[in-house]
């Protein structure tokens, strides 16, 4: 008898473990393995995630339980247009409910580069300037993945460029700080755009854009859209420096042979 309950304990015990690793996981078209509990299983939770750049890695925070919501997060974060399309469609979801680290379905969207997604929320006014637990629109973080497709596409359907984070930065600064040529085209192609906006130290596009030149990529032609777009070389940072003294060798040199094109053309 005694090793018949046993047998029936250990028979739920196993039904039991199986039931809960089956419901703990969930894997994307990319191969990529979540847990459930990021897709609202349960109220309090910690995302384990490993991060794919230098941005913070998900930290324990909220979701409802909802499962329309669930299903837009899953979309989002997955690249499942049809699951967006279905949550925005089927189900009372708020396009602008605010997941982990306060981001939007557009920000998870954006941040994972899915163009059809970003695109179809976009029709859907998803609070196209909200910003993230660490003041970051969504605009910042599509310029920050490099991509400028979906830069094109936000500032198309009138994303703010000249809205800056918590760190003070903006679109721009980031843009030409990862050396991302075809974003900084597109951010400057914005007749709403601020070439001269400072960040928190002080310091333009221009400042950044000289102080970490390289010879190789896009550095010059950066510095060259920047300066055609009225970019100003007078302009001092808060350690009152103007971007001609920060600039490296190499990007005094370019400089020269700017100056020099341009007294000739004039």
């Not at 990319?30 to 490993?50: C, S, T």
């Amino acid at each position: 008898m005694k090793r018949y309950l046993s047998l029936l304990i250990l028979m739920g015990f196993l039904a039991n473990f199986a039931m809960v690793k089956e419901e703990k996981s969930y894997t994307d078209p990319k191969g990529r393995v979540y847990p459930m509990i990021v897709l609202g299983a349960d109220e309090k939770f910690v995302v384990q995630e490993e991060p794919s750049s230098k941005r913070k890695p998900l930290k324990r925070c909220k979701i409802n339980n909802r499962s329309d919501k669930r299903l837009l997060f899953m979309g989002c974060k997955s690249g499942d247009l049809d699951l967006v399309k279905e949550a925005i469609r089927e189900t009372s979801v708020n396009i602008r409910y605010e997941f982990c680290l306060n981001q939007t379905p557009l920000h998870i969207a954006a941040e994972e580069g899915f163009e059809q997604i970003v695109g179809y929320l976009l029709t859907h006014d998803p609070a196209i300037d909200a910003r993230d637990k660490e003041g970051c629109t969504t605009l910042f973080l599509a310029v920050f993945q490099k991509d400028a497709f979906i830069t094109d596409l936000l500032c198309k359907a009138g994303a703010d460029v000249n809205l800056q984070n918590d760190e003070g930065e903006a679109p721009l600064h980031e843009a030409v700080r990862t050396k991302s040529f075809p974003c900084v085209t597109v951010l400057l192609n914005s007749n709403e755009i601020k070439v001269n906006k400072p960040n928190k130290d002080g310091d333009t596009p221009l400042h950044i854009a000289l102080r970490e030149y390289e010879s190789s990529g896009d550095s010059k032609n950066i510095i060259k859209s920047l300066l055609q777009h009225g970019a100003d070389l007078r302009l001092h940072n808060n350690e009152k420096k103007a971007p001609r003294t920060v600039a490296t060798k190499q990007a005094q040199l370019f400089l020269k042979i700017w100056d020099r094109q341009k007294s000739k053309s004039d």
